[in-house]
């Protein structure tokens, strides 16, 4: 059943309750409904027919394993949460328990916190690491172990309390020309001549002018002073 099917059934329904009331709906159409174990087509019915058996349809999105609509039968807040969360931990997808711990309010974003620590997925940890009560250190460690520039970036760009210094550490030694000219642009407390060393060290002419662009007559003033200084030891 895809979705523009899930659509006109809905519709259908909806003219009936108008038309009729709710209990006309519940009378003619809940039994089979329920009996298609369709997630999506249950999560509409939930939806929009105030009087449905809300603990039937929350099964058979738990029955189903889709991860998709577990999710969002538990951002109800009137369904068993505990039980969708059993499915999205069960599933191991970073991805998922991230959006689950993000999205659904009792979450235990321990439970979900240690599948996306297993995981070792730099995205995620990252992402992570930005809700209220995580173990900021342990999803730094995961990705300053990973060693992508682009996470490392994000990190401590976007992570209160984020160890700057490890991380540019890590986007430093990349001698990425992009990572290396954010981090000094978005990050409080970058080394910004680190990263312009870098950038003017290698072949991207686009980010060495998107540098100069960003520290502007800072850069003149000090290549002129350089200028002046060699100048003074040839003589």
């Excluded at 259908?12 to 009996?35: H, M, Q």
């Excluded at 189903?64 to 068993?80: I, R």
Aim: hydrophobic share 40%; charged share 35%; with cysteine.
């Amino acid at each position: 059943m895809d979705r523009f099917e899930i659509s006109g059934i809905i519709d259908r329904i909806l003219f009936i309750r108008n038309k009729y009331g709710e209990k006309a709906v519940i009378d003619n159409f809940e039994k089979n409904i329920l009996k298609a174990k369709n997630p999506e087509l249950s999560y509409c019915f939930l939806i929009y027919i105030d009087s449905a058996d809300v603990k039937a349809h929350s099964q058979v999105a738990i029955d189903s394993k889709d991860l998709k609509w577990n999710l969002e039968f538990a951002q109800l807040g009137k369904t068993d949460t505990d039980a969708h969360a059993q499915v999205i931990l069960e599933s191991k997808d970073p991805d998922y328990n991230y959006d689950f711990a993000y999205r659904v309010e009792g979450a235990d974003i321990k439970a979900h916190e240690k599948i996306v620590l297993d995981s070792k997925d730099p995205e995620c940890n990252c992402d992570f690491a930005s809700i209220k009560g995580a173990d900021v250190k342990a999803h730094e460690k995961v990705v300053l172990e990973n060693k992508n520039p682009e996470w490392c970036f994000k990190f401590a760009r976007n992570v209160k309390g984020a160890d700057i210094k490890a991380l540019e550490k890590v986007v430093l030694d990349s001698k990425d020309p992009e990572w290396n000219y954010k981090f000094a642009k978005e990050v409080k407390g970058a080394d910004i001549f680190a990263h312009r060393k870098v950038v003017m060290e290698g072949y991207s002419f686009e980010w060495k002018n998107e540098f100069d662009r960003l520290i502007g007559k800072d850069i003149r003033i000090i290549d002129n002073i350089n200028t002046r200084i060699l100048s003074l030891n040839k003589n």
